[in-house]
């Protein structure tokens, strides 16, 4: 495995290298360890439009392709995976997670997390050069890597760099694209409990959502809710209307008693924050 055997080697040898090194832990913007580690890949050393080694990287995937959805507690650990090619083979590489619209500018950069280790690569001979297959994770702590804000919801950038054996770098800031969601949650209950058929039910509910700067959740204001009812009996739930929450996130409608069943909200998501489904609420019409 030439990246890890050879990186022994070279690092001992090349400071320039020790600049790509970032602490294991992920960090995140506002932590001067994750900034000042993307900072070493690009501003101050290197900026990616000025890298001079002939590595390229492909099939970068975050999470297996799936939203990042965290709550206020919880670590969780974030797989990404990817595939780099150098001609003469590589000593080292590192990922990172960024999030800003130019990565040689660190006022720019609004969120930065560092991978837990360097990634583990396996090398292939194939024409023309190496190819790797590379895996890391990112274990990410909402309640300390986000501690600062929820600006940091959203899409988040892949960036890789890495050295062949010559010490030359590269650098792909734009590799692959994941988003990083603030949790949802969704309440609903259906009353009264009996109802007469072709009588009026009470739905309410609310719909909030992670707040990382306070730790707690927060009402989720003026998002579309659709509510949903499944007959006793039958496994699929049919949309009945959609209904939007109010200034603190709560919901209420109502709707005709027509049969026994279960009604349900359902929240699609958005591009910041995760989908939800609450439980159903059971009721027995007579």
């Not at 150098?86 to 080292?92: C, M």
């Given at each position: 495995m030439r990246v890890h055997s050879i990186a022994a080697s070279v690092l001992s040898g090349a400071a320039v290298l020790s600049?790509?090194?970032l602490p294991g832990t992920a960090q995140a913007a506002g932590h001067s360890g994750a900034a000042k580690g993307l900072r070493g890949l690009t501003s101050e050393h290197v900026r990616p439009q000025d890298a001079v080694g002939g590595t390229t990287f492909t099939n970068g995937v975050v999470n297996k392709g799936k939203d990042v959805v965290l709550g206020v507690t919880g670590k969780k650990a974030v797989p990404?995976?990817?595939t780099a090619f150098?001609?003469?083979?590589?000593?080292?590489t590192q990922?990172?997670?960024w999030?800003?619209?130019?990565?040689?500018d660190t006022d720019t950069i609004t969120g930065a997390l560092g991978s837990d280790d360097d990634p583990a690569c396996t090398e292939t001979t194939v024409q023309g050069g190496y190819r790797y297959s590379c895996r890391t994770v990112f274990t990410i702590d909402p309640a300390v890597d986000f501690k600062d804000g929820n600006g940091t919801a959203g899409t988040w950038k892949l960036f890789l760099g890495a050295y062949d054996l010559y010490a030359n770098v590269s650098v792909d800031d734009d590799v692959a694209r994941g988003r990083i969601k603030r949790a949802a949650k969704l309440t609903t209950d259906a009353s009264p409990e009996p109802v007469t058929a072709g009588r009026n039910i009470k739905v309410t509910g609310k719909l909030s959502r992670a707040n990382w700067a306070t730790g707690k959740n927060a009402g989720y204001t003026d998002q579309p809710v659709q509510l949903q009812f499944r007959k006793r009996g039958t496994s699929n739930y049919t949309t009945l209307k959609t209904v939007r929450t109010s200034s603190s996130g709560t919901l209420s409608t109502t709707t005709r008693a027509r049969s026994d069943g279960y009604f349900r909200f359902v929240f699609a998501?958005?591009?910041t924050t995760g989908s939800a489904t609450a439980p159903g609420d059971y009721v027995d019409v007579r």
């Open positions: 600049t790509l090194v990404v995976t990817f150098d001609e003469e083979g590589l000593a080292l990922a990172f997670l999030q800003g619209t130019d990565s040689s998501g958005t591009t």
